[in-house]
């Protein structure tokens, strides 16, 4: 089965305290998108300007992603930047320029509006809910955010909430929302706005996931010696859950923890090098052979 996949499209200006690498292929859509081709056929929703480098379209091609629903605009492509602190862990957005952004309006392919598995990556929430209104019986919805929208367009998020399956948010995010320090209170208040399952990602401390039937489950981050840029890493994650559960047999619920360690090694691929560079080069042997390192690693 396939995934559909619509974010944001970008060319990234990333800056750390060791290096400074300008304009490389970024957007939340592109590293979901490129972590969910390990698994599954990706069908991409998004927008790039005439300057999109042909070496991005060529890099979604070789990993197998459908570009039909790629609309490429006059303007220009999206453009964020950002700088990170020694730790790697805060970043401080420089820049954000909406380019082609600014007049978006998905359309979805016919052949996309049947796409079972649908990952709307971090864009406006009205934009994630014009995709969901074009797309017939899914099988499994999820959604992912940024603290953006939570301040200059929390209803539309609200409205979003209540027609996903999955959301996926960040712990700032997720204390931003529902105004609670504790993990658990916050977990219970997301229910209740609408999806099942709610998953909070912290960084190097890995993700956990809450079922609205009161499951739970904490899925490790892959411990690394070197994080070179972190960037993408959220994406990469949820791409490579949502790649990985759309191949498996059986029931999303029985697959979802499986998924999740899936999704923790792809993203720590993604800190490795700078944008998508390392992501981009590993192999699905890669994937797993460190997805049997980091089982190990939780078993006693
Ligand atoms: P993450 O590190 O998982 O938070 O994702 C970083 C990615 O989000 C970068 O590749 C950016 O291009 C993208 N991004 C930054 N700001 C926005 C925005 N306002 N809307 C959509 N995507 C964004």
Not at 17 to 40: T, V, W
Not at 73 to 92: C, D, I, L, Q
Not at 110 to 117: E, H, L, M, N
Request: aromatic share 8%.
């Amino acid at each position: 089965m396939s995934v559909l996949i619509v974010g944001s499209t970008a060319l990234d200006s990333i800056k750390t305290p060791k290096a400074e690498n300008p304009r490389l292929l970024g957007g939340s859509a592109s590293h979901a998108a490129i972590a969910a081709s390990f698994f599954a056929p990706v069908n991409l929703v998004g927008v790039v300007g005439e300057d999109f480098p042909k070496r991005y379209l060529k890099l979604f091609q070789k990993h197998k992603v459908d570009l039909t629903g790629l609309q490429i605009a006059p303007g220009k492509t999206f453009h964020w930047s950002g700088e990170y602190e020694v730790n790697m862990n805060n970043r401080r957005t420089l820049a954000t320029e909406l380019g082609v952004f600014e007049t978006f309006t998905p359309h979805l392919p016919a052949a996309y509006q049947t796409t079972p598995f649908v990952l709307l990556a971090n864009i406006a929430p009205a934009l994630q809910g014009h995709v969901l209104d074009q797309i017939r019986k899914p099988k499994f919805v999820v959604a992912d955010t940024m603290d953006l929208w939570l301040n200059i367009a929390l209803p539309d998020l609200l409205k979003l909430l209540k027609r996903v399956d999955g959301f996926v948010l960040n712990d700032s995010e997720a204390r931003q929302l529902t105004k609670e320090d504790n993990v658990m209170a916050a977990l219970k208040k997301i229910h209740r706005l609408g999806p099942k399952y709610v998953i909070i990602k912290k960084g190097e401390h890995g993700a956990i996931l809450s079922q609205s039937n009161g499951g739970m489950f904490v899925a490790p981050a892959f411990p690394l010696h070197r994080v070179v840029d972190p960037t993408g890493a959220g994406d990469s994650f949820v791409g490579g859950m949502m790649g990985y559960l759309s191949t498996a047999s059986g029931k999303v619920d029985d697959n979802l923890r499986k998924a999740m360690i899936y999704g923790s090694v792809v993203a720590s691929f993604c800190c490795e090098g700078f944008g998508l560079k390392f992501t981009s080069r590993i192999t699905r042997a890669a994937i797993d052979a460190r997805f049997k390192e980091l089982a190990a690693l939780t078993r006693f």
